[in-house]
């Protein structure tokens, strides 16, 4: 016989796998000798768990031993042929161990150093005590044995679904798929945006690209007018704009007063809640002095109240409030209050477009308080993709309202109708 030795090494939870590939490469039959180590970590604190495996299958080992190879055990035979090192790559200690694959089944051996030496004068009693750990080992194997495989069914279950799943998607969407996983919106998002897609168009709506587009469009654009809770029109008379530091809020709003006043000829009222950064008040006033619109600046809801009844005869009032940490609970009641001055005031929720997916989350659950019912998206120009706002929008079931694409006043707003904002959304995160 000859023994042919491999190395494998990974992740602790990645064993099941490489007992896979060990039965692939070695066959049902092979030796198999395992190590767990960390790796990384400081002090012994965190890391990762990993595991060492050496497999082989056996070789005659007649020539190097007094006894014949028939009666060497294969523990002894494992021993022989691979390393007997303690430590792992990174120089920390490794527990050992290992099992002799048997027609699929581990039969576990004890780990070398466990134990004691036996001298021919103590054979009877150490085979009394190997007959009572063979039976111990052998109910142990049967127990890894179930763990293994359940492990492996569980494995093979779940990636059977994945690819069923994937079958399940026609060509183009399948593509599209890709266009939008690529632009950063999320694996579980994507399929089930496309599955709604797929249920709700007829087969010759899927027949190229640019009409799997337009079927994936008009999907998304019922899904968040279904989903959103939607109140009063595109353009509301009384807009507090909400939202977390640097995201623009304080430009938008001179944007959406400058295009009402000057386009649209509306005559227009602005309040300031800004009052923990002087220089945004300085830049309102700066602004409505320039346009010749009323500006008052407010340090509580009664205050906003008299403002709002002052500005009574105004076609369109904008609300300026602090840009607030997501995680500060007191700056977020006094918003919510704020926002609760008035039962007229309509709030939308200014995200910048180049705020990562998870930190858009966090955004919306922690300004939820405000009750906003709208998006406005700002510095859409500094960002290659909209994937992830779109992702926003699809999972809180809301459109935008505008969106921002640079700092010039009034010119650099996109204003028009939602359908056609969110196309331009859906466009861009398939770029």
């Given at each position: ?113 466990m134990s004691p030496a036996v001298s021919p004068s103590a054979s009877a009693t150490v085979t009394e005590s190997s007959s009572r750990l063979e039976t111990e080992i052998q109910r142990l194997a049967r127990e890894i044995a179930q763990i293994r495989r359940s492990l492996e069914e569980g494995g093979g279950a779940e990636e059977r679904r994945q690819e069923s799943e994937k079958q ?256 331009l959304v859906i466009r861009r995160s398939m770029a």
């Open positions: 016989m000859v023994m042919r030795i491999k190395r494998y090494e990974g992740e602790e939870k990645e064993l099941p796998r490489i007992i896979r590939q060990v039965k692939r490469d070695l066959g049902e039959n092979a030796v198999v000798k395992t190590r767990r180590y960390k790796r990384g970590g400081v002090l012994g604190l965190g890391g990762r768990l990993m595991v060492e495996v050496y497999a082989g299958v056996e070789r005659d080992l007649s020539a190097e031993s007094d006894k014949p190879a028939s009666a060497i055990s294969s523990s002894e035979l494992l021993e022989r042929l691979l390393p007997r090192t303690s430590n792992g790559p990174t120089g920390h200690g490794g527990q050992q161990g290992g099992f002799i694959l048997q027609n699929g089944s581990p039969v576990i051996y004890q780990p070398p150093g399940k998607l026609p060509r183009w969407l399948e593509h599209l798929r890709e266009k939008l996983v690529g632009n950063e919106i999320g694996e579980k998002v994507a399929r089930e945006m496309l599955t709604e897609t797929l249920q709700a168009a007829e087969p010759e709506a899927l027949v190229d690209f640019e009409a799997t587009l337009a079927a994936f469009q008009r999907t998304i654009a019922g899904t968040i007018e279904a989903r959103g809770s939607l109140k009063g029109s595109q353009s509301p008379r009384i807009l507090a704009l909400a939202g977390p530091t640097g995201v623009g809020k304080t430009t938008t709003l001179a944007k959406l007063a400058a295009t009402a006043n000057l386009m649209d000829k509306e005559r227009v009222g602005l309040v300031s809640a800004d009052t923990y950064r002087i220089a945004a008040i300085d830049q309102l006033r700066t602004f409505a002095g320039i346009l010749d619109i009323p500006l008052k600046v407010v340090f509580s809801p009664a205050e906003l109240r008299e403002a709002l009844k002052e500005f009574s005869d105004m076609d369109r009032i904008y609300i300026d409030t602090a840009g607030r940490s997501p995680n500060n609970d007191d700056r977020m009641e006094e918003l919510r209050e704020l926002v609760a001055a008035h039962e007229d005031v309509e709030c939308h929720l200014v995200v910048s477009a180049t705020t990562r997916p998870r930190d858009m989350e966090l955004v919306c659950d922690r300004f939820r308080p405000a009750k906003f019912s709208r998006f406005i998206i700002t510095k859409i120009d500094e960002t290659c993709t909209l994937g992830p706002a779109l992702a926003l929008m699809y999972k809180e079931g809301l459109p935008a309202s505008y969106l921002t694409n640079g700092q010039s006043v009034p010119d650099d707003i996109v204003l028009g109708a939602e359908s056609d904002l969110l196309s």
